[in-house]
C-alpha cells in the first residue's frame, strides 16, 4: 500500500521542547585568516563550540580524505561552519547569533577552478594509447571545443540534521538523517574519543535524498554529538533549507577540453581530452570524481588513440560532494555535444555517425576497458530512434533551422545521445571495506532483513521484499526491513551509485538463498549472513587504466525534442525516449517509475540556474521549478545479456543534458556549450551569433 | 492570545503568541507531526493544509488569522474515504512520490478534486509549481491525479 507516510519519524520530527537547538555561525567571507571574534555576553543556559573545543579528533573522514569539523581559523569557503552556539530557546539564540561578529583579515586571492594554479592542483590522473600526435598529423579534420557545465544542488526536499543524546552505556545514540551510517557512528566515535561501541547511530524515515545525505550527515551528527557530550543533555541540529542549498555539497563544476581528429569518413583517429573539476575547498570524494570522468570522458567510442588529462582543482567554494553519477554526467555532457560537432564536421548526422563510431561488441571501450557482456550500443540507438522517430524529425528540423532570419512560430529540434552508467564505486577508495546483509527467518514464517543500505525510495524497498518473498515463497508483506541502526544491522556500507540494486539486491538473494536450502533441514529461527568485498584481484588500477572498474555496467541511448519559441526564448519539452540495457530487471513496473522521474528531474536540473548565494541575498526563490508542460516519456529495456541487476538510476542525467542540449541548439541553429541550457544562455549564443554576422556584414 | 479554531474536525483553542505560524502550533502544541515543515518560507509545499477547503502553506499563516476558521490536515485527513480515493489513485498507476512531501501533495490534490470538475492539466500544472519536488514524473502526476477524480466521481456516483 502506498501510504507509505503513516507513522513516518524524519529528522524534522525529532525535536521537542527542552532539547538543546544548536545554530551554525558561518563565515562570511570565501577566504582569509580570522583575526578576532567578538561575542555578545552569553546567557548561562547558551554556550558556544569553536575548533579548539572538539573533545579529540578534529576532522571529518571520509575514506582516505578529511576536513576540519569547524574552521581552523583559515577560512576555506563561504558559509565554512566556524562556530556552534547553541541553548535551548531558538529566538534568543538567533539574537544572540546576529550579535557575534567575526573578524577577518581578507587579504587574499580567491581561488577559482578557471584561472587555477598548480598549488591548487589536488589530485591529477594522464592517461594516454596510441599515438595521439602521429594520428593529429594525418586527421582529415580537427575539431576543437571546450564544455562547461556548473555546480549543482540536489534539491532534496527534506532537511538536513541530526540530534544527539547520552544512551544507557555511557555514549551517545544519535539520530541522523544519512545515507551511510556506519561512516557516522566511526567519525561521531572519533571527535569524542569514545570507542565505536558507545556509539549508535539511528537512522530516521527519509525523503527522497538524490545523494545529498552523504558524508555531510557526518558533519552535523559530529555536532550534535560534541554538544551532548559538552551538556549531557539531548541536543538537535537542522540547518535551514537555504543553507543547504548553498553549502551543503553538491555536484562539481567542470570545464572539459576537447581536441578530435577524424579521418574523410567521419571516424575517430584520436582525441586529447582536458578536464578541470572544482571540488571545493575541500575535496573528499573528488578521487572518486575524477577516476569515474576519466572512464567516461571519450564516451563509448573507439578511438585508436587517445590521451586524457584530469585534474581536481581546490577552490574558495563549499566542498563538493557525491552527485548521480558522479563525474559521468560531466563528461557525457561534453563528450555526446562533442559527438554532434563531430558529425557536423564530417557531414553526417549524429544518429549515423555515433553507429558508425560506437564500440562493437567486446571491443575495449578507449579507455582501454574491454567489457566482459556484449555490448548492444547499435541496437540501443536503433531502438531509441525508432521510438521517436527520430530520422524523419531530425531532417524535417534540420531543414527548417536553416531558415536563420524566420522567426514565425516555434522551433523545433531533436538531439539524441548514448552512454554507460558505471555502478558501485572504482577506485580504489573501497578496496579494504567489506558489506554485508543478513536474514533471520523466523517462526512464524516471516523473514526480517538486516543491512545498513538507506533505501532511498519506495520502489528499492518493495523490490527488495518481492525478491526475498519471491525465493522463500513467502508473502512479500511478511518480509521486514529492518529499521537501520548500526547497533543492529551489519555495516553495507554507503547507499549510492546504485549499489542499493547491485550489491546489496545481491546479497539480499544469497541470503535468501541460503535459507532456503537449509530451510526444511534446520529448526527456525534460521539466520545467516551475506558480505561482498571488491575484487582484489582484477579491481579497477586508476594510475594504470586497467583492471575492472564496476561490477556491473548500464547503458543506455535517448532522444529529446523540444520547441522554442524564438522570440521570447520559452522552451517546452514535446518528449523524451530512453531505451536501456541494464541487465536483469527485477520489476519492469517499478524500473519505469524511477528512470521516469529522473528524467523529469535531470530537465528541470539542465534549464535551471544554479544557486549562488547571490540568489539567496536577492530573494530569489532557490528551490527547482517544474517543467510548464508536462511531455511525453517513453522508456524500453533491451533484453539484456547481463544476468545480474544493474543500476538505471543515473542514465537519465548522462544522457538527457547532452540531448537536450542537441535539440535546444538545432532548434535555433546555435551551439550551446555550457549546463545548465537557461533561456540566459541561448540569448547570449543569438546574440553572440548577430554580433557575428553585423561583423561579416561589415566587413 | 486565546484563538478557537476548528482543528480536524475538533473544536481547539489555544493560548498562543498571535505571531506564531500555524506549522508550529499544528507540530509543536497538537503534536501532528506528519505535517512537515521544510523551507519555512512558503516555497516548497511540504506544509499544506487545508483552510476552509482551500489549500495554504502552514508556514506562511500566522496563527491569529485563523481565528474561527476550519483547518484540516493529513492527519485529519488520512483514514477518509477521500483520502482513499487519491491514496488508492496513486497507487495503481505506481507513482510513488516520496513520504515527505507525498502527504502535502496528497492535499493538494484533494482541494483541486473536490472542485467537481475534471482538473485539467495547467490546473495540475500549478498544484505541482507550488511543491518544489523535482523528483516526481508530471505524467505519472497528471495520471493519478485524473484517477484520483475519477475514483471519487465514481464513488459520489455510488452513493447517488
Ligand atoms: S515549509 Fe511551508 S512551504 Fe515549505
Ligand atoms: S520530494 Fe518527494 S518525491 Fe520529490
Redesign the interface.
Known amino acids: 500500500m502506498l501510504d507509505t507516510h503513516k507513522n513516518k519519524r524524519f529528522i524534522c520530527d525529532y525535536y521537542s521542547p527542552g532539547m538543546i537547538i544548536i545554530k551554525i555561525i558561518r563565515a562570511e567571507v570565501p577566504g582569509g585568516i580570522i583575526s578576532g571574534i567578538s561575542m555578545p555576553e552569553l546567557p548561562a543556559d547558551v554556550g558556544i563550540i569553536g575548533f579548539e573545543d572538539i573533545p579529540a579528533e578534529k576532522d571529518l573522514h571520509v575514506f582516505s580524505r578529511s576536513m576540519p569539523l569547524l574552521c581552523d581559523g583559515n577560512i576555506k569557503y563561504e558559509g565554512e561552519p566556524v562556530l556552534l552556539l547553541y541553548g535551548k530557546d531558538e529566538k534568543e539564540l538567533d539574537i544572540l547569533a546576529s550579535e557575534i561578529r567575526i573578524d577577518y583579515e581578507t587579504d587574499y586571492t580567491l581561488a577559482s577552478m578557471e584561472t587555477y594554479t598548480e598549488e591548487q592542483v589536488d589530485r591529477e590522473l594522464k592517461y594516454s594509447r596510441g599515438k595521439p600526435d602521429r594520428n593529429f598529423a594525418k586527421a582529415h579534420k580537427i575539431i576543437e571545443e571546450t564544455y562547461s557545465t556548473s555546480s549543482q544542488h540536489h534539491y532534496d526536499l527534506e532537511p538536513q540534521g541530526a540530534a544527539a543524546m547520552i544512551n544507557e552505556a555511557g555514549g551517545v545514540d544519535i539520530t541522523s538523517a544519512t545515507q551511510w551510517p556506519f561512516n557516522v557512528r566511526d567519525n561521531v566515535s572519533e571527535c569524542l574519543g569514545i570507542p565505536k561501541k558507545k556509539v549508535n547511530i539511528d537512522v530516521p524515515a527519509m525523503g527522497k535524498t538524490h545523494s545529498g545525505k552523504l558524508w555531510y550527515a557526518g558533519l552535523l551528527a559530529c555536532y550534535a554529538a560534541i554538544v551532548t557530550w559538552k551538556t549531557n543533555e539531548p541536543s538537535f541540529c537542522l540547518i535551514p533549507k537555504t543553507d543547504s542549498i548553498l553549502y551543503t555539497p553538491g555536484r562539481a563544476a567542470s570545464i572539459i577540453r576537447h581536441k578530435t581528429g577524424i579521418d574523410e569518413n567521419g571516424k575517430i583517429l584520436c582525441r586529447s581530452i582536458d578536464i578541470s573539476i572544482d571540488s571545493g575547498a575541500c575535496p573528499m570524494l573528488s578521487e572518486e570524481v575524477i577516476n569515474r570522468i576519466c572512464f567516461s570522458a571519450a564516451g563509448v567510442y573507439m578511438t585508436p588513440a587517445l590521451e586524457i588529462t584530469a585534474r581536481s582543482i581546490r577552490t574558495n567554494n563549499p566542498p563538493s560532494g557525491a552527485f548521480n553519477g558522479m563525474g559521468f554526467h560531466q563528461s557525457f555532457f561534453a563528450g555526446e555535444c562533442h559527438a554532434n560537432s563531430l558529425a557536423a564536421a564530417a557531414g553526417l548526422g549524429p544518429l549515423e555517425w555515433r553507429k558508425m563510431n560506437t564500440a562493437r561488441k567486446h571491443i575495449n571501450l578507449p579507455i582501454g576497458w574491454e567489457s566482459r557482456k556484449p555490448i548492444q550500443l547499435d541496437k540501443l540507438l536503433d531502438t531509441v530512434a525508432e521510438m521517436s522517430d527520430y530520422k524523419r524529425k531530425h531532417a524535417a528540423y534540420s531543414l527548417s533551422a536553416k531558415m536563420q532570419n524566420d522567426f514565425s512560430g516555434k522551433k523545433r529540434g531533436i538531439g539524441i545521445s548514448v552512454c554507460c552508467q558505471g555502478n558501485g564505486f572504482m577506485g580504489k577508495v573501497e578496496e579494504n571495506e567489506k558489506y554485508t546483509v543478513s536474514a533471520r527467518l523466523d517462526t512464524d514464517g516471516s523473514l526480517s532483513l538486516f543491512t545498513s543500505a538507506v533505501p532511498e525510495n519506495f520502489q528499492t524497498a518493495s523490490l527488495w521484499r518481492d525478491i526475498a518473498g519471491g525465493i522463500l515463497e513467502i508473502n512479500p508483506d511478511d518480509v521486514r526491513i529492518e529499521t537501520v541502526n548500526t547497533s543492529l544491522v551489519p555495516d553495507s556500507g554507503p547507499s549510492l551509485f546504485s549499489r542499493n540494486i547491485t550489491i546489496i539486491t545481491q546479497l539480499i538473494e544469497k541470503c535468501c538463498n541460503a535459507i532456503k536450502k537449509s530451510r526444511f533441514r534446520l529448526p527456525l529461527p534460521i539466520e545467516v549472513k551475506r558480505s561482498y568485498r571488491l575484487p582484489r584481484t582484477n579491481g579497477w588500477d586508476p594510475e594504470s587504466f586497467s583492471g575492472n572498474p564496476f561490477p556491473i555496467v548500464s547503458w543506455g541511448a535517448a532522444v529529446v525534442e523540444t520547441e522554442t519559441d524564438p522570440i521570447t526564448l520559452e522552451t517546452s519539452i514535446r518528449g523524451v525516449w530512453l531505451a536501456a540495457d541494464c541487465g536483469k530487471i527485477m520489476n519492469i513496473e517499478l524500473a519505469k517509475a524511477e528512470i521516469e522521474s529522473e528524467i523529469f528531474r535531470s530537465v528541470i536540473s539542465s534549464t535551471m540556474k544554479p544557486p549562488a548565494v547571490k540568489y539567496a541575498r536577492l530573494g530569489i526563490p532557490l528551490t527547482p521549478v517544474q517543467p510548464q508542460n508536462p511531455f511525453a516519456v517513453r522508456i524500453e529495456f533491451l533484453s539484456s545479456r547481463e544476468n545480474k541487476p544493474g543500476g538505471i538510476g543515473e542514465l537519465p542525467d548522462s544522457l538527457i543534458p547532452a540531448a537536450l542540449s542537441e535539440a535546444l541548439s538545432m532548434g535555433l541553429n546555435i551551439k550551446l556549450a555550457d549546463l545548465p541550457s537557461t533561456s540566459e544562455s541561448l540569448f547570449r549564443q543569438l546574440e553572440h551569433i548577430s554580433n557575428t554576422q553585423e561583423t561579416e556584414l561589415e566587413d | 492570545m486565546k484563538i478557537d479554531f476548528s482543528l480536524n474536525g475538533k473544536k481547539v483553542s489555544i493560548d498562543t503568541l498571535p505571531e506564531k505560524r500555524l506549522i508550529d502550533v499544528i507540530r509543536?502544541d497538537f503534536g501532528l507531526?506528519?505535517t512537515?515543515?521544510?523551507?519555512?518560507?512558503g516555497?516548497?509545499g511540504?506544509c499544506t493544509v487545508q483552510l476552509e477547503g482551500r489549500i495554504v502553506p502552514a508556514c506562511q499563516i500566522p496563527i491569529f488569522t485563523v481565528r474561527a476558521k476550519r483547518i484540516v490536515t493529513?492527519e485529519g485527513f488520512?483514514g477518509t474515504e477521500k483520502y482513499l480515493d487519491i491514496?488508492n489513485a496513486?497507487?495503481d498507476i505506481?507513482?510513488?512520490p516520496?513520504?515527505?512531501?507525498?502527504?502535502g501533495k496528497i492535499l493538494a490534490v484533494d482541494s483541486l478534486i473536490d472542485n467537481h470538475r475534471t482538473p485539467d492539466?495547467s490546473d495540475i500544472?500549478a498544484l505541482?509549481?507550488d511543491h518544489?519536488?523535482?523528483?516526481?514524473?508530471?505524467?505519472?502526476f497528471?495520471e493519478g491525479v485524473r484517477m484520483a477524480y475519477h475514483n471519487r466521481e465514481f464513488r459520489g456516483e455510488l452513493l447517488k
Not at chain 2, 516520496?98 to 502527504?103: A, E, G, S
Open positions: 509543536e507531526m506528519t512537515k515543515n521544510a523551507c519555512y518560507s516555497e516548497c511540504s493529513i488520512m491514496i496513486f497507487n505506481k507513482c510513488i516520496c513520504p515527505f512531501c507525498f502527504t492539466t500544472m505541482l509549481s518544489s519536488c523535482s523528483c516526481t514524473s508530471v505524467s505519472k497528471i
